[in-house]
């Protein structure tokens, strides 16, 4: 018996098909395993849109990536060749709803996250989700991990590392269904709102009651999503070191820097407007998330910028750093998606500014606008763009008023002192800038006259800013940084 499944295993192994495919084919059963699950089980109607596309998804993916890291880890077989089986063996997603649907004569089971207590997840934990899980579940569970041992035994000769990858992998199954229950336990011990705190019978403050339903759906979303970017970070750094490297040392850290100090301050202005009073567990996730997909999607808009300046480099026969156009093209778009995707569990004002983000950041880089080139020009759309990630941020605690509630006097301080302050990034590259047609003030005045002029833009950039708010307390260190600019 054990021959013949090891025989499986290697016919799936040596298909040939290429990877994309396979992926391809893991998202399909996970669609029809939705389709099923809504109309077999318990609700008999279509998944909604959000659980159909994005949670179920992302869920389901998250627990084939942990499988694959600790399959890799074990086994030391290529990512790409235990990804084959992983899809294989999560065809067992599709018999849940079917036997559910016999089993109760038609009815089905309410499927769910365990939601209990410690004894109660620990009691799933040892007897295969007797307490909490349908009868789909347990044989599709069974039938999962007697061949998930045997592929790993196969692999291994060693039952002793077949035990520990086998209870690796259930436990990490186990704590992926219990996640909510989780959270709660976590927020409960350490902060002073519980997460979920009326969805276990405890008693919650006002704000912990309001984000009782937002906080089960969306936060298990955003730690999805969260644990799936650093899941894939982990493979391509065991799986493909050269290009892991590659893609470090495009990595800007100043320049980002810079960037997630905006984000944080939107963050901070739109908690405290919002009448915040201490973080709890997940006001310090949904800003993790948001930092991170600010992080992303900067990386994202300045591979965009180097593909044409690489381009351009080219033109005026200037040696650059080694070009990699279509792979950086793929990862620029990739990193993008997963900017966007991190907005949707904080809402959807988060999500219109990051698009915004992103539209202002690709037309100052690339053609036909190449908004770059003008002078004035290229550092308004710098100054929307910052005051696009600040507005992100407020956005996440003030969700769709932030219109209404953003400070206008802090909005126009950005647009005016980014507008007069950024153009020093001119000072570089000026021959290049001139050879490529880039009309930067150093360009067009010489760079001499250009530098004084740039000087004294920033110089009074930095004294606005006390001016414009209204705070006397602001001008002595307004006054010093003029000084040094």
Known sequence: MFSKVGKIFERIESDNSRLRYWLLAFFAIIFIRNFLEGVMEADHSLVSGNFFFIEFPISYFVLFLTLLIILQFITREKSATISKVLVVLFSLLLVVPVIDFIATSGEGYQLRYLRGDSTYLFGNLATNFSQG???????????????????????????????????????????????????YMLSNLFFIDPIGASVYGSSS????????????QELVTLLAILIMIVELAVLLAISDKRRFDFFKKLVRPLRLMHYIMLASFGLFLGF????????????????????????LMYQSACIVNDIFDRDLYARVKIKRAESHSQELKYLAIFLAILSLLLTYPLGYGVFVFMVTFASLAFIYSAPPLRLK????????????????????????????????????????????????????KDLKDVELDRKSGVYTIPVLLGEAMGKVVISALLVFAFLLVPLMLGISDLWPPSIVAAGKG
């Open 205 to 216: 403050t006002f704000a912990a009651k309001v984000l009782d339903a937002y906080i089960t």
């Open 272 to 295: 405290y407007t919002a009448g915040g009073l201490g973080f709890e567990l997940h006001d310090y996730l949904f800003s993790l998330g948001f930092l991170l997909s600010v992080t």
């Open 373 to 424: 080139r003008y002078p004035i020009v290229a550092s308004l759309s710098l100054a929307v763009s910052a005051l696009m990630v600040v507005m992100a941020g407020f956005a996440v605690f003030a969700q769709d008023a932030v219109v209404e509630f953003f400070p206008v006097e802090i909005a126009v301080v950005i647009l005016v002192v980014y507008t007069l302050g950024t153009n020093y």
């Open 133 to 183: 899980g349908s009868i789909g579940q347990r044989i599709e569970i069974t039938a999962f991990g007697l061949l998930l041992l045997a592929y790993i035994f196969k692999k291994t000769k060693s039952f002793l590392k077949t035990l520990a990858a086998g209870a690796v992998s259930y436990v990490a199954l186990v704590t992926w269904a219990a996640l909510p229950s989780l959270l």
